[in-house]
C-alpha cells in the first residue's frame, strides 16, 4: 500500500520467471528465516523501486548478525548483574561510559521520529551503525580489559555493566516491529537472568524507551568526536 515503485532485482531489471531473476519471499524465509526478509522490508525506501537479490539479502544478513551478536556481547556480561543493587548512578560512571549513553541518547529519538515519520530504512541504518560503529568499534572494543580482568564487584565493571543494561534493553524495545522474534528471544533472556527485575511479560508490552536528560552532555560528546577523530 506505502509503495510508489515496484519489486525489481539488484539491477533493477523488472523480475519475471523467464529471465529468471524472480526471488520469491517463501524462498528467502526458508533459506534465511523470516527476520531476514522483515529486515529486507524495514532498509527499503517504499518511495523507490524496491531492490532484492541475493547480494542484497546476504547484506542484511550481516547486519543482522552483527545486531543479533551485539545483544549476546551485552546479555553474556550481564549474568551477575542486578539493576537494583549494582546500578552505578550516571554521576559516578567514567567519562566512557558516559559516551556511550549519549550516542544512545541520540538513537532513541532519532529511531523514535522515523517511526513516526514511517521512514523505517532509516531505522535499520541507525540501529546498525550504533552496533557496528559506537558498540562494535569503540566501546565494546576498548572495555575489554574491564570485563575481562576486573574483579566481579569493581565499581568500573558494575558500571559497563549499568550501561550494558540500559543499552540492550532500549535496543531491544527499538528493534521490536521489525525484528519481532529476535527482540522477543532478547527480552526473554533479560527477562531469565533478571527474575527479580520488573519487566513486561513481552517486549511487545513495553514502551519505547525514554532518554534520561543527563545523557544528553554536548561537551563531553564534543570531546569524543575530536578525540576519535585523532584514533
Same mark, same amino acid.
Given at each position: 500500500v506505502l509503495t510508489h515503485g515496484f519489486v525489481v532485482d539488484g539491477?533493477?531489471?523488472?523480475?519475471?520467471?523467464?529471465?529468471?531473476? !524472480?526471488?520469491?519471499?517463501?524462498? !528467502?524465509?526458508?533459506?534465511?528465516?523470516? =527476520?531476514?526478509?522483515?529486515l529486507w522490508v524495514a532498509a527499503q525506501d517504499y518511495r523507490e523501486?524496491?531492490?532484492?537479490?541475493? =547480494?542484497?539479502?546476504? &547484506?542484511?544478513? =550481516?547486519?543482522?548478525?552483527?545486531?543479533?551478536?551485539?545483544c549476546r556481547i551485552l546479555l553474556s556480561n550481564l549474568y551477575d548483574f542486578d539493576p537494583g543493587k549494582h546500578r552505578v548512578s550516571y554521576a559516578h560512571l567514567p567519562e566512557l561510559d558516559r559516551w556511550a549513553l549519549s550516542r544512545l541518547g541520540v538513537l532513541i529519538p532519532r529511531v523514535k521520529q522515523a517511526y513516526e515519520d514511517c521512514e523505517f530504512h532509516t531505522i535499520f541504518h541507525a540501529l546498525n551503525n550504533f552496533c557496528s560503529v559506537d558498540l562494535s568499534a569503540v566501546y565494546l572494543d576498548i572495555l575489554k580489559d574491564r570485563l575481562y580482568t576486573f574483579r566481579a564487584d569493581s565499581?568500573?565493571?558494575?558500571?559497563?555493566?549499568?550501561?550494558f543494561f540500559e543499552v540492550v534493553t532500549a535496543l531491544t524495545?527499538?528493534?521490536?516491529?521489525?525484528?519481532? *522474534?529476535?527482540a522477543?528471544?532478547?527480552?526473554?533472556?533479560?527477562?531469565?537472568?533478571?527474575?527479580? *527485575?520488573?519487566?513486561?511479560?513481552?517486549? &511487545?508490552?513495553?514502551?519505547?524507551?525514554?532518554?534520561?536528560p543527563l545523557w544528553i552532555d554536548p561537551q563531553l560528546a564534543a570531546r569524543w568526536e575530536t578525540l576519535l577523530t585523532h584514533r
Open positions: 539491477q533493477g531489471k523488472k523480475m519475471s520467471k523467464s529471465a529468471g531473476n !524472480v526471488v520469491a519471499p517463501q524462498d !528467502v524465509i526458508k533459506q534465511s528465516g523470516a =527476520e531476514i526478509l522483515r523501486d524496491l531492490r532484492i537479490s541475493q =547480494e542484497i539479502l546476504n &547484506h542484511l544478513i =550481516e547486519a543482522y548478525r552483527k545486531i543479533r551478536n551485539t565499581p568500573l565493571r558494575r558500571g559497563s555493566q549499568t550501561v524495545k527499538l528493534m521490536a516491529p521489525a525484528l519481532s *522474534f529476535t522477543e528471544e532478547i527480552w526473554r533472556t533479560l527477562s531469565a537472568q533478571m527474575p527479580g *527485575f520488573s519487566m513486561a511479560k513481552s517486549v &511487545h508490552l513495553a514502551a519505547f524507551p525514554e532518554v534520561d
